[in-house]
């Protein structure tokens, strides 16, 4: 089905694929693994003949038996295949969703131009929740506007998939269910090229693995025998003693529209003090991403008391300098956050010339030092944010946060578009400025990645509190069976069946 042979792309005198070589066969599952800025998504878009903003590409590369790139480049046939032979659901959902359109008119406009699915069999295999036809995209989750985007693609009845971390954004329980309807999409005859640093989605679903590295094939084989052992998960740290709070919410009420049905926040209460985390995880959609708005002061349809220090937090907007250098927040989708015609690295550094006061050549050499630790090169920062890779874009998110130095950190699924060494360095910076007193709250849905970073767990669901407590408590003993589905589902998964 699909065929690629000595791909290969350049953007100047930099080479980004050095003769890439894969096959998805029709009712087969390829995935496409690697470190962050490995050349993963440079690979699937050329699969639609498309690439980056000065990205030129070469070799050859068959759908269907339709040449989609030749040694001149894109061929004229690509347009064609695009949707109705070919799909391709990108890392970032936000930007494939059209925000002035209702999800259903959107579906049912597709279903009807390919005739080859309907809208509400897309958004059942995508799903969605009931009700989510009517709604608006700013209206859902960031795990659900993955699953919105999906269904878009699904609409359009595909042959072949190409889909870039799918599972971004998901609780365990959804993955497990996405896993089951993309199995069932192979079974069906689809062939599906899967990006992801999920190594237990690629156990699940792929039957063959490419591992991409600086642009080349690494190695290739069978799951089972490139991906590496799961490491079992780190022990949660010690409860910290408890000291004054930093941070307090209570009785935090939010909406989306006005009345009790557009609730998506219902009392919610935490605090934090100096130095400590709090993980909050939870299904998606449940409210997770909202309690981190609403602190940040950029949600105000809400009501209840954020209090820093013991002073209220009132919306950002109203915010002094010193009260937003304060709490900063690091957003799930990135790529939007960026302002596409200036440096990475010139942002990231304005950060700390706005908040801290600091000369801008100091507040650069800050902002090189910090990504440099994170695994961004000064090479790389120094570029638009559409030559940096999904994962280059999340922790350059995360440099531009911390570098104002924050009272509390925000963190919303601040991962998920990076390999297991970018997480570390991740990691080893939250645990510094933890060191030098910060407050972090990390949201997010690997339970095992918050048991080696958080100290306490929220788990939410429907906007509400269903536990709290000690980490290590409540995963050793959920209160309720919304903690239960996520620890179970989040159990490691086999590969499924050969096709």
Known sequence: MIEVRGLTARTGTAEILRGVDLDVPAGGVTALVGPSGSGKTTTALALLGEAAPGVDLRGTVRVAGVPVVDERGPTREAAGLRGGTVAYLPQHPGAALNPARRTGAVLRELARLHRTATAAGAARRAQLPDGALRRF??????????????????????????????????????????????????????????????????????????????????????????????EPPAPAPAPRPSGPVRL???????????????????????????????????????????????????????RGAI????????????????????????????????DERRSVLDQVGRTAVRLRGIAPDEAAAEAADLL??????????????????????????FARAALARPDVLICDEITTALDGAATA???????????????????????????????????????????????????????????????????PTTNRSPT
């Open 248 to 302: 307090d919410v209570r009785k935090l009420t939010a909406w989306l529209r006005p009345g009790r049905r557009g609730e998506v926040l219902r009392d919610v209460s935490l605090s934090l003090a100096p130095g400590e985390c709090l993980g909050v995880a939870g299904p998606s959609g449940g409210g997770k991403t909202t309690l981190a708005r609403c602190i940040a002061g950029l949600h105000e349809r809400h």
């Open 307 to 338: 209090a820093l220090d013991g002073t209220e937090l009132p919306p950002l907007r109203r915010r002094d300098r010193p009260r937003k250098r304060r709490v900063q927040y690091v957003w799930q989708e990135t790529r939007g956050s960026f």
């Open 137 to 230: 995209p700013h209206q859902f989750s960031g795990g659900q506007r993955q699953r919105v985007a999906l269904a878009q693609v699904l609409a359009c009845g595909p042959r072949a998939l190409v889909l870039d971390e799918p599972s971004t954004g998901l609780d365990t329980v959804t993955r497990l269910g996405l896993a089951r309807e993309l199995a069932a999409l192979a079974e069906e005859g689809m062939a599906l090229l899967l990006l992801s640093h999920d190594h237990d989605l690629v156990r699940a679903l792929a039957d063959h693995v490419v591992v991409l590295d600086g642009g080349r094939v690494a190695r290739g084989g069978a799951p089972g025998d490139v991906l590496p052992r799961a």
């Open 425 to 491: 360095r991740v990691l080893a910076e939250v645990a510094r400025l933890r060191a030098a007193g910060a407050s972090v709250l990390w949201i997010g849905h690997d339970l095992a990645l918050l048991g080696s970073v958080a100290d306490r767990l929220l788990v939410l669901d429907g906007g509400r509190t269903v536990d709290h407590g000690d980490l290590a408590r409540v995963l050793d003993a959920p209160e309720s069976e919304t903690t239960r589905l996520l620890i179970r589902a989040a159990r």
């Open 372 to 397: 440099d630790r994170l695994g961004v090169a000064p090479g790389i920062a120094r570029r638009p944010p559409a030559h940096l890779s999904g994962g280059e874009l999340q922790r350059a998110a």
